[in-house]
């Protein structure tokens, strides 16, 4: 079965950082564009970072740029978001998608979502 599972959310406080992951089972990520989308309550679902299959081409909303790393160890079939200098802004329910195609990841059309994992940054 295919599968894409979150893991990493939590309670952190201003400030914080936190390491999201993105786990496939069932298939190998390899040859797969990832992205990193968040719903916050009330909100739209926003794209915040995607990457290529390679490794050589990511990308990042405006309001995560320089704080937000999206990285990929195709030997462990996961994928990572390091969030550094949390905001409170930034609590959200966090998911991963992957794609063959890095448009239809990046365009939030894949085929394939995790269930997600909630991040919550409060004092």
């Known amino acids: 079965q295919v599968q894409l599972v979150e893991s990493g959310g939590g309670l952190v406080q201003p400030g914080g950082s936190l390491r999201l992951s993105c786990a496939a089972s069932?298939?190998?990520?390899?040859?797969?564009?990832i992205g990193w989308f968040r719903r916050a309550p009330g909100k739209e679902r926003e794209g915040v970072s995607c990457?290529?299959?390679?490794?050589?081409?990511?990308y990042y909303a405006d309001s995560v740029k320089g704080r937000f790393t999206i990285s990929r160890d195709n030997a462990k079939n996961t994928v990572y978001l390091q969030m550094n200098s949390l905001k409170p802004e930034d609590t959200a329910v966090y998911y991963c998608?992957?794609?063959?195609?890095?448009?239809?990841?990046?365009?939030?059309?894949?085929?394939?979502w995790g269930q997600g994992t909630q991040v919550t940054v409060s004092s």
């Open positions: 069932g298939f190998t990520l390899d040859g797969y564009a």
């Open positions: 990457i290529n299959s390679s490794g050589g081409t990511t």
């Open positions: 998608a992957a794609d063959s195609s890095f448009f239809t990841v990046f365009t939030g059309h894949s085929d394939y």
